[in-house]
């Protein structure tokens, strides 16, 4: 089945621990992207990756790292979670490197995190 | 800076009735998205829509666009109670860098009561 995978679902942390967040999808998508839902703020943008070795900052990048050394894989690093990071975050993938313009995005189950 | 926002950003509507969510956004693009998101759940595809007057319907939701004015709307016909869910409209954003990107609406929260 066509998916985007984040891993853990749900998260418990303290603020300074470092944690990662895992994106993978099996469909051979170049382009990936990870966003932060906040409530009446809808979906803004953290990262994005137009292939490989690709990534540039979205909306919001102001304390996450992200690598894309594969093509499936998207990994969220957090280096020092802090309360204000707390969130639901969602990974999303898409078919070519000039989407969203093009192809609409699959997006992942979701990972809710929260900082204490 | 493109802004997206919809009204209303919550609607409760009886089963049967009809109702339309308004998206309005603030620079030239010729393309638009609308996304589906259930409660605790992730957000799916409904419609793109990808020119000046285009239209496009599925089942009791059909959406539009209207470039010139900048605005979109996904109408509801005839509610029932499954259509309860967000609503979000996305625009795309050319970047510095030469890539897209989309820019959501806050989402419109709709319930459908019996």
């Known amino acids: 089945e066509a998916q985007v995978t984040q891993n853990p679902r749900y998260l418990i942390t303290v603020t300074g621990k470092k944690l990662t967040v895992t994106c993978s999808q099996n469909?051979?998508?170049?382009?990936m992207s990870w966003y932060r839902q906040d409530p009446g703020l809808g979906l803004r943008q953290i990262y994005y990756?137009?292939?490989?070795?690709?990534?540039d900052k979205g909306d919001v990048p102001e304390g996450y790292k992200v690598s894309r050394k594969e093509k499936r894989n998207f990994p969220l690093i957090l280096e020092s979670p802090s309360p204000n990071q707390t969130s639901l975050y969602f990974c999303?993938?898409?078919?070519?490197?000039?989407?969203?313009?093009?192809?609409?995005?699959?997006f992942g189950n979701g990972t809710r995190l929260t900082v204490t | 800076e493109l802004k997206v926002e919809q009204n209303p950003l919550f609607l409760s509507m009886q089963e049967g009735k009809n109702y339309t969510i308004y998206c309005n956004y603030s620079?030239?693009?010729?393309?638009l998205y609308w996304y589906r998101q259930d409660p605790g759940k992730s957000l799916e595809s409904l419609f793109v829509l990808l020119s000046n007057g285009a239209v496009k319907q599925e089942g009791r939701l059909m959406a539009s666009l209207d470039t010139k004015a900048r605005l979109s709307t996904l109408h509801i016909t005839a509610a029932v109670h499954d259509l309860s869910a967000t609503y979000f409209c996305?625009?795309?954003?050319?970047?510095?860098?030469?890539?897209?990107?989309?820019?959501f609406g806050s989402g419109t929260r709709l319930l459908v009561r019996p």
């Open positions: 469909m051979n998508h170049e382009y």
């Open positions: 990756s137009m292939n490989v070795e690709v990534t």
């Open positions: 999303a993938s898409s078919l070519s490197r000039d989407s969203p313009y093009n192809s609409p995005l699959h």
């Open positions: 620079t030239t693009s010729d393309r």
């Open positions: 996305a625009q795309t954003l050319l970047t510095r860098g030469s890539s897209y990107k989309l820019i």
